[in-house]
């Protein structure tokens, strides 16, 4: 028996050594990023602005792909089932921290390694520009007057826009008859060939086709004003109401790796991420898209990113859109 267990010692020590020197040696071949959201998107956007300026530092290219659909839990899937060795990164929002409560997939981010939490963003309310709804106001009216018939564009179940219409359920009791997409690109097409009554898109993604007058935008889901679109009402301000779910509103980008990626692995990606993220040219781009970099690894991103799941999860569940219980998975309830 003792010979046995020294041998297993043997063997786990040089797995462990070779693990060591893989490490120190990545990456040494290019890496596969898996953008769990479609093109054209926030989470497409900001993961293609700073991965080239982040192969700089690993010195090896990223081959990015778009791998879409089930509110980006077909390619969380996808990187969990990879090997936990650095050649497999996604970039995903914040959604897995709902799947569960949601029934969407048994995955959260439990299961991955935040690499860098990038930006924080809010939704705003859009509408096409030559839509009989003028406001936040109409809106609301016309939704309570003819429950279920608007179409309200969604990116599935889970994804902001979704919440978004979930939130108006909650607080001004209004339905709608949500349509799927994936991801904000393919929403503001169909936003734009009037295909939808009203969506929610991230502010960056949305940002540039209010400023032209391609839609028209009605509220952001926000308790401040944002910068980029500062002439557009912010959701408090339209309806006090609304101010105990907007402590978790909005939603987050960044990179993750399989949990049990070694972790200066984790630490080579996140210099090269956190090197990208000072880049001018995306700092530029983060307060003209109404973005705020955030910039957290390690125990500030878990924290941050269990926050989130914590607060949007109950609100989710007492509006009654969660199949499961947030308590079922450990996840505690906030004190409000």
């Known amino acids: 028996m003792r010979i046995i267990k020294w041998s297993k010692l043997v063997i786990a020590a040089g797995l462990m050594a070779a693990g060591v020197a893989g490490a ?6 290019p890496i596969n990023g898996v ?32 791998r879409t659909g089930a509110t980006g839990a077909i390619a969380a899937q996808a990187v969990h089932t990879s090997p936990a060795d650095g050649y497999t990164v996604m970039y995903h929002a914040e959604n897995p921290q709902l799947y569960q409560v949601l029934g969407l997939s048994p995955l959260s981010y439990d299961d991955f390694e935040p690499v860098l939490l990038s930006v924080q963003g809010s939704t705003v309310i859009v509408v096409p ?25 969604t990116s599935g179940v889970g994804g902001q826009p979704w919440v978004t219409s979930m939130l108006l359920k909650k607080v ?39 400023k032209n007058g391609d839609v028209r935008a009605l509220a952001v889901m926000s308790s401040k004003p944002n910068p980029a679109i500062p002439e557009v009402p912010y959701i408090t301000k339209l309806n006090p109401a609304f101010t105990e779910s907007m402590k978790a509103s909005g939603f987050f980008y960044g990179v993750f790796v399989k949990k049990g990626t070694p972790q200066p692995i984790i630490n080579k990606l996140t ?15 983060a307060i003209n898209n109404g973005l705020d970099v955030i910039g957290l690894t390690g125990k500030e991103a878990r924290d941050f ?13 007492d509006a009654g859109a969660g199949k499961e219980s947030p308590e079922k998975f450990g996840i505690p309830k906030p004190k409000m």
Not at 176 to 204: E, H, Y
Not at 275 to 284: C, G, I, Q
Request: no cysteine; net charge neutral.
């Open 35 to 66: 953008i769990a959201w479609g093109a054209g998107g926030g989470t497409d956007t900001v993961t293609r602005l700073l991965t080239p300026i982040a192969e700089k530092i690993l010195k090896q290219s990223v081959i990015l792909a778009n």
């Open 24 to 29: 120190a040696d990545y990456p040494e071949r």
């Open 305 to 317: 990113m269990n926050n989130w799941r914590a607060q949007m999860s109950w609100l989710i569940y």
């Open 172 to 210: 001004e009791g209004v339905t709608f008859n949500p349509v799927a997409f994936q991801g904000d690109g393919p929403l503001i097409t169909a936003l734009l060939g009037k295909q939808l009554d009203v969506s929610g898109l991230a502010v960056g993604a949305a940002v540039q086709y209010v």
């Open 271 to 285: 210099e090269a991420y956190k090197f990208a993220l000072n880049d001018t040219k995306f700092v530029n781009y």
């Open 129 to 153: 520009k030559d839509s009989p709804i003028k406001s936040y106001e109409d809106l609301i009216k016309v939704a309570k007057a003819e429950p279920g018939k608007l179409s309200i564009g």
